[in-house]
């Protein structure tokens, strides 16, 4: 047995010595035997342990031997596919137990890990599935697998709903399970799926009432078993996740994992077993770092840290094949690692293949690396144009700031907001708040996600104050159906289409999905969070709104060109009086357009606005009532108006000028 010395000490140095860029960490197989590989520089011994199953006692232990950059390697004559396994490493002369940090199966509640043939769990097709073609534009729909079919009314078997197997249910004669049809029809190129590698805060032996957004990673490179049929056997959640990925590119859709690689469930991690003190930050006085608001923070900007980061990435993308990654408190990762990422995605996929945006920011300060620059918004220019962030810039300026429920934004009748309206509509590059996006690929235009108010929650409770007097409320206050709250959600959307950069939207948002004024429903009742699928038939107008900006939107290379030079397209920028703004986009595409120029104009004021004509011969293509529409524009007098609370867009019908 090699002594090793118990203390990391400089991490500069530590990492000199041990860092290990092999791929072969965890379980792998050659020629009929399985090989089990750790990094563990500072362990006295290690000793692999094997199970036949999840709960039982084991039937086997080996030590495993030291072999290069502090690694631990055991190789066994024999090829163990299904068979569950652990570690108990000595560091300090103490033992503890351990899964293994690069596991790609596991237990149920994934304390123990699975050696996996991971060929058997790929379903029928799978090594033909491709991603659908990206389009004229991204735009992303933000979802939570639970939400997506637990409600009865979403079409799904019971022993589906809330699951993976949901995405894959097939409808009968010709008709889709509600929920997937909706998905399919409103016109979205991307899901992003909130958390659903393995994590903790969810009992997968409990039942079906649990609730929680997941957020807290525990196996990093492992489905989450809640979400399975089956979470005792870890080849199913395998397969059924993979199911789920292969369904949703049948229909047409692209899939974006969030990823929160910025702390995990508890510090006394299977990383911070394997390897002590190695994995969070520390500050100056020695207690952790807590720059995530959930207890620890994860230390990228370390060798190892960021290997297991990008290898983790890498693996998603291609074993399950991931189209995109969302990342949580990027502003806690590193330029340098979210550039890396890019760069080995473009390397493994062709450039821009896989999508990379994340929340530039984090919760609190955070002791980094030196030499190494965090991922925050400020530092946008930084990063790889490959690599966009949500514009909170946008969202706050049109609703008003997520964390002040009567505080309000432009379309709910906030003053003043005019100037900043129309620096959204270039994605911010004008350089008006304190960063500058390298172009509008960059950014990520959203007026709601999972965290804070829906978008309704917002507007109703910024709107109708008189409703929340007496805290003492009933659920159908939610639900109701109130002209102006409607008319502020069309106007919302509608300039939030019409901005340059990405599009992204919460599942729901269409329909004025509520959650009941539950501002943090990470871990609240499936039924607070669930989307409730009545709703989006009773809303139809509001949905039908939606599909038509989705659809238009596709159409307006002005609007959808990521260029460098994007932001040149937008010109004419006005106030015509309070809350009233109208912008000009160039429209043209080689020759190809349909409309060479286009007209804007949002009112979020209480009376009409009347412009001037603009010159030439224009069709609406969407205004209060409807949008992708053809309707000829009435000129009074040489002027147009845009109605109260609405948006309109002209499009100029090429060479007509
Ligand atoms: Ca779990």
Redesign the pocket.
């Known amino acids: 047995m090699k002594k090793r010395n118990g203390q990391i000490g400089s991490i500069r140095e530590f990492d000199k010595k041990y860092s290990y860029d092999g791929k072969d960490l965890g379980v792998s197989f050659a020629g009929g035997h399985t090989i089990f590989k750790v990094w563990s520089p500072l362990a006295e011994r290690i000793e692999l342990r094997l199970y036949q199953d999840g709960q039982g006692e084991q039937y086997e232990s080996h030590e495993m031997a030291a072999d290069r950059n502090g690694t631990w390697k055991l190789e066994l004559p024999e090829v163990l596919y299904g068979k569950y396994y652990d570690y108990r490493v000595w560091n300090n002369g103490e033992a503890v137990l351990t899964a293994d940090p690069y596991a790609v199966g596991c237990s149920c509640?994934?304390s123990r890990s699975m050696v996996v043939d991971l060929r058997a769990t790929d379903p029928e097709g799978f090594d033909r599935d491709r991603a659908p073609a990206l389009g004229a534009e991204s735009i992303i729909y933000e979802l939570h697998i639970k939400d997506f079919s637990y409600d009865k009314e979403s079409g799904i078997p019971d022993e589906f709903r809330g699951r993976y197997k949901a995405f894959t249910v097939k409808g009968e004669d010709g008709r889709e399970p509600v929920c997937i049809e909706h998905l399919k029809a409103l016109g979205i190129t991307h899901v992003h799926l909130l958390p659903f590698y393995?994590?903790?805060s969810?009992d997968?032996a409990g039942d079906d009432s649990q609730f929680n957004w997941g957020y807290d990673p525990?196996n990093y490179n492992v489905p989450?078993?809640?979400y399975a049929t089956d979470p005792e056997d870890g080849y199913v959640r395998i397969r059924e996740c993979k199911e789920m990925i292969q369904a949703l590119h049948e229909n047409g859709l692209r899939v974006i994992m969030d990823v929160v690689y910025n702390h995990t469930y508890s510090e006394d991690s299977w990383l911070n077993r394997m390897v002590p003190d190695y994995y969070y930050r520390r500050e100056a006085d020695g207690t952790l770092a807590n720059g995530s608001a959930c207890g620890n923070d994860v230390a990228a900007g370390r060798a190892m840290v960021d290997n297991y980061i990008a290898d983790s990435v890498l693996y998603w993308a291609k074993e399950y094949h991931v189209d995109g990654f969302r990342f949580d408190l990027m502003g806690l990762l590193t330029v340098e690692l979210m550039n890396r990422i890019r760069r080995e995605l473009d390397e493994a996929f062709g450039p821009n293949e896989k999508m990379i945006y994340g929340e530039p920011w984090r919760a609190d300060e955070s002791p980094m690396e030196k030499g190494t620059r965090a991922a925050l918004k400020e530092n946008t220019h930084y990063l790889s144009e490959g690599i966009s962030v949500f514009s909170d810039n946008t969202r706050d300026v049109l609703k008003g700031h997520v964390f002040y429920e009567e505080e309000k934004g432009f379309v709910n009748g906030e003053p003043g907001l005019e100037e900043k309206v129309l620096n959204a509509v270039t994605g911010w590059q004008d350089g008006a708040e304190d960063f500058q996006p390298v172009s509008c690929a960059q950014i990520i235009n959203y007026v709601s996600a999972h965290d804070n108010f829906t978008l309704w929650d917002k507007l109703l409770l910024s709107m109708h104050k008189e409703l929340f007097v007496n805290r003492a409320i009933e659920e159908t206050v939610f639900y109701n159906n109130y002209e102006d709250v409607l008319e502020a959600n069309k106007l919302a959307a509608f300039i939030c289409f019409t901005c340059q950069g990405y599009l992204f939207l919460q599942a729901g948002e269409e329909f004025g999905r509520t959650k009941l004024g539950d501002d943090n429903s990470f871990m609240s009742s499936p039924e607070i969070n669930m989307l409730r699928w009545k709703q989006a038939e009773e809303r139809k107008d509001l949905v039908d709104y939606y599909k038509g900006l989705i659809a238009l939107r596709k159409k307006l290379p002005g609007l959808c060109d990521k260029s460098a030079s994007a932001a040149d397209r937008v010109t004419g920028k006005q106030i015509h009086g309070p809350g009233a703004v109208s912008f000009l986009v160039d429209n043209r595409d080689k020759g190809n357009e349909e409309w060479d120029r286009l007209f804007i104009l949002y009112n979020a004021g209480d009376a009409s606005c009347r412009v001037p004509a603009p010159e030439g011969e224009w069709v609406i293509l969407a205004d209060k009532k409807e949008t992708n529409c053809r309707r000829a524009v009435k000129n009074m007098d040489g002027m147009i108006e845009a109605e109260p609370h609405s948006g309109l867009m002209l499009g100029r019908k090429a060479g007509t000028r």
């Open positions: 509640n994934g393995d994590y903790g969810v997968e525990l989450e078993g809640s």
